[in-house]
């Protein structure tokens, strides 16, 4: 493995504890060859960075994009956080080279490794968050993330969440996605709607939104990120 520091540098980020970047790096295949290892694998990093990211980029939509409804701006964050291209995201910052694997990890080179990658970028801000804050960790995400969003733009990537799944799921599964409210919460004002997304009879996931159209996105984002893991 590379040395953290050198990676931290790439970051623009001064680490207090470089050993929250080496958490970040520990992929779980590591710790059954290595068992030694001192710093547990990656997954809770993984889980706060995800949540960390999302909320950068959706605030960042939000700002730039006055216009734009709640599912055109879903569209928009799905294609900027999907794995694609935050595996992208992680090669541009040679992200393979300092990544602890184990030996059968470290020859994929399918999507399972693309997948490892883009869950190691998210573990990496997760990391970032907890060493330096929202301030820091914000504008290293605009520098490696938001640059992708003209792509986006120019080449129509930002299809609604819901549309790409439908077309996955007819494909794969000869069935049409179907989505149904669950719970609602809260006072008319301030409605919380629980929506899951059923294939056939079975529901595939989960998510909350202030309006059933964006819980109806968002739980489709959730689907399609469960086909990419």
């Keep these: 493995m590379a040395d953290a520091q050198s990676l931290a540098e790439k970051l623009g ?3 207090t504890r470089i050993e929250l970047l080496k958490e970040a790096l520990t992929h779980r295949s590591y710790l059954n060859e290595n068992p030694s290892w001192p710093l547990p694998q990656n997954e809770r990093l993984e889980y706060l960075g995800d949540a960390v990211l999302e909320l950068i980029v ?3 939509l939000y700002a730039t994009f006055p216009d734009k409804q709640e599912g055109e701006l879903t569209g928009l964050r799905a294609a900027l956080v999907n794995y694609q ?3 992208r995201v992680a090669r541009d910052l040679g992200l ?3 990544l602890l694997l184990s030996k059968g990890e470290a020859k994929d080179t399918g999507k399972a490794r693309e997948v490892i990658i ?3 970028i998210e573990a990496v801000i997760g990391a970032v968050y907890l060493d330096q804050g929202y301030t820091v960790t914000r504008d290293m995400v605009k520098r490696l993330v938001l640059p992708h969003l003209d792509e986006v733009l120019a080449k129509g990537l930002y299809r609604d969440p819901k549309s790409v799944l439908q077309e996955i799921v007819q494909e794969r599964f000869k069935v049409t996605p179907t989505y149904k409210v669950l719970k609602e919460e809260g006072p008319d004002h301030l409605k919380k709607f629980h929506v899951g997304v059923f ?3 079975e529901c595939a996931a989960e998510s909350f939104g202030t309006s059933k159209q964006e819980a109806e ?5 959730a689907a399609l990120k469960e086909f990419a893991e």
Aim: negative net charge; hydrophobic residues 50%; glycine residues 14%.
């Design 13 to 15: 980020v001064s680490f």
């Design 199 to 201: 294939f056939g009879g």
């Design 118 to 120: 883009a869950n190691a």
């Design 85 to 87: 291209m935050l595996a």
């Design 58 to 60: 959706t605030e960042s």
């Design 96 to 98: 393979d080279g300092f």
């Design 217 to 221: 996105a968002k739980a489709a984002e």
